[in-house]
C-alpha cells in the first residue's frame, strides 16, 4: 500500500452534481489535509484536520464539505461546484499536529477535477 | 500577508550543471523549511527539510538556510534531465495562536536540457 491514497483520480461532473473524494493514509499520521492546486497558482491549504478535529479555514466555500471519520480517513464532499473549482485536489498527512512547526506534508496522487 | 516567494522560471540548465532555486519568506519566526518536487501531472514530494541556518546535503541536493535573510535555496549539482520538474518551497508560517501553516510557494519549474 503507498502511503497516501486518493480516489478517485479524475472527475468529470456537472454543476449540480454531488461527488465526493476520498483519501486514506497508512503511515499512521495524526493529520490529514486538503489542498487545492489550480494552474499557476500557489498550493492552497483548505482543510486541516487534527486528532479527527477539523481547523476550518474560512475561506473556503460550503459547496466544499469535509469529513473525518477516523484518523486514516478523510473526505471531501462536493455539490453545486462552479466551473472555477476545476482543479487537483490533493490530499496529505503529517506526523505532527498542526500546531508544531516541524510539520511536512506526504501526498497522495490527488484527483483531477473538471466542473462542466 | 505571510507569503512564500519563488521564481517561477523556467530556469533552464544544461546537463551536468549546477541549478540554484531560490525562496524567500516572510515570517521571522519560521523554523522549518521544506523543498518539493512536482513532477507534470504528480502530486508533490518531499526531497529535502531544512530546520536550522547552513547547508543541509543529501546526495546531489543541498539545501542551504539564511534565517536572518530570510532565504533558503536549493541546489542540484550535476542537474540530469530527470531532475526536469516543478520545485515547490514550502515554509511553516505562523498562523496566530502558537499554530502554524505549512504554505507553499508558486513553485519554480526547471528544465534540464540534455
Known amino acids: 500500500e503507498t502511503g497516501v491514497t486518493q480516489t478517485p483520480r479524475h472527475l468529470v461532473m456537472g454543476m449540480t452534481n454531488k461527488k465526493s473524494l476520498k483519501c486514506e493514509q497508512h503511515?499512521?499520521?495524526?493529520?490529514m489535509y486538503w489542498y487545492k492546486q489550480s494552474a499557476k497558482k500557489p498550493l492552497e491549504l483548505m482543510f486541516v484536520y487534527s486528532l479527527e478535529e477539523r481547523v476550518e479555514n474560512n475561506s473556503v466555500p460550503s459547496r466544499f464539505s469535509p469529513e473525518c471519520p477516523n484518523s486514516s480517513h478523510l473526505f471531501l464532499h462536493l455539490h453545486t461546484l462552479q466551473p472555477e473549482d476545476s482543479a487537483l485536489y490533493l490530499c496529505?498527512?503529517?506526523?505532527?499536529?498542526?500546531?508544531?512547526?516541524?510539520?511536512?506534508?506526504?501526498f497522495g496522487q490527488g484527483t483531477r477535477l473538471t466542473v462542466v | 500577508q505571510k507569503e512564500v516567494e519563488q521564481n517561477s522560471g523556467p530556469l533552464s540548465v544544461p546537463e551536468g550543471a549546477i541549478a540554484s532555486l531560490n525562496c524567500t519568506y516572510s515570517d521571522r519566526g519560521s523554523q522549518s523549511f521544506f523543498w518539493y518536487r512536482q513532477y507534470s501531472g504528480k502530486s508533490p514530494e518531499l526531497i529535502m527539510s531544512i530546520y536550522s541556518n547552513g547547508d543541509k546535503e543529501d546526495g546531489r541536493f543541498t539545501a542551504q538556510l539564511n534565517k536572518a535573510s530570510q532565504y533558503v535555496s536549493l541546489l542540484i549539482r550535476d542537474s540530469q534531465p530527470s531532475d526536469s520538474a516543478t520545485y515547490l518551497c514550502a515554509v511553516n508560517l505562523s498562523s496566530g495562536a502558537g499554530s502554524y501553516q505549512l504554505t507553499f510557494g508558486k513553485g519554480t519549474k526547471l528544465s534540464v536540457i540534455p
Open positions: 503511515l499512521g499520521h495524526n493529520a
Open positions: 496529505a498527512s503529517s506526523q505532527d499536529s498542526p500546531g508544531r512547526m516541524n510539520t511536512e506534508a506526504f
